[in-house]
């Protein structure tokens, strides 16, 4: 895959990356497998969060990935506590939590230094400066390279594009949640980089069965899966290269991670990567005629 820059940072990226979370139970000789191939691939962004698995899906990123280190980019996340009891987390954003954090993600991942180390979440009353200077003092230390946020809040993403040094904001985006261009223009003017989750839209537009998603209606649903399919054959390409072609066709999308569980799936990754094209601004619009636009009424 052509690398692209991620943001204003010196983090060349591979147009699709691959989402830890849906790989579950640790380093497993499959979960292994998956990454491996995904790098073969020519896949090289991987993404996961000190909450998944309790840890074990850092530990899972950072045995397998080993041997290529210095051929990835790992981005990983902090902001969340698992209470001592299991039962759930909670949110937790201080500078000396975050400072702390880092350590363990370090050694989960078998690394001496993250590539993009990311806020899982946050409002607008969190202790923003305080954050800022933890991601700072990290990055001056040499333990991250970068630093970023996963955040669908505007109000939150636009408090650190004003304040601190972002290279990136992962949101949901997809042909069925448009509501990240909400903010394309602050992040295209402050040069931050649009990771998108949730291209595939769950398989609703591919191969599952139709049902409501976000504020759209079933029939809304199905007639964006129409559209897709028109524009497939149209092209003669396949569902998935379409969704993902749609996504990165905006300027502001650098990466489109997406989550994988079998080999079978790394395969048409490869193969709908090798084909993936910036669409026209008439293919643009026909994919979204009829379709509803969603809006974040909240955090504005």
């Known amino acids: 895959m052509q690398l692209t820059r991620l943001g204003s940072s010196s983090l060349m990226v591979s147009p699709v990356g691959l989402g830890g979370m849906s790989l579950k139970g640790g380093t497993t000789k499959h979960n292994t497998e998956i990454l491996l191939q995904a790098v073969d691939a020519g896949i090289n962004y991987f993404d996961t969060a000190d909450l998944y698995e309790r840890g074990m899906n850092e530990e899972l990123i950072g045995q397998a990935l080993r041997s290529v280190r210095d051929q990835v980019v790992i981005a990983t996340k902090v902001g969340n506590q698992w209470r001592s009891d299991g039962s759930t987390w909670d949110w937790k954003a201080s500078k000396p939590y975050i400072i702390k954090a880092v350590e363990a993600s370090l050694s989960r991942l078998r690394t001496d230094r993250i590539d993009l180390y990311q806020l899982h979440g946050g409002t607008i009353d969190d202790p ?31 408090a650190y594009a004003e304040k601190s040094n972002i290279v990136s904001v992962m949101m949901q985006y997809s042909l069925l949640d448009r509501r990240p261009e909400d903010v394309f223009s602050m992040l295209q003017k402050n040069g931050i980089g649009l990771i998108s989750r949730g291209a595939l839209t769950q398989g609703l537009l591919i191969d599952k069965p139709l049902e409501q998603y976000l504020q759209l209606t079933s029939s809304e649903v199905g007639h964006a899966k129409r559209s897709v399919e028109r524009l497939a054959q149209k092209l003669g390409v396949s569902t998935l290269q379409v969704l993902l072609s749609y996504v990165l066709s905006q300027d502001v999308v650098d990466v489109a991670v997406v989550g994988v569980r079998t080999l079978a799936q790394i395969r048409d990754l490869q193969a709908a990567s090798q084909k993936l094209m910036p669409f026209s601004s008439a293919a643009l619009a026909d994919l979204t005629s009829g379709l509803r636009r969603l809006a974040y009424m909240e955090h504005r």
């Open 128 to 158: 923003i400066e305080e954050i800022i200077e933890a991601f700072e003092e990290l990055v001056n230390a040499g333990k991250i390279r970068y630093y970023g946020l996963s955040s669908i809040r505007p109000n939150v993403i636009g």
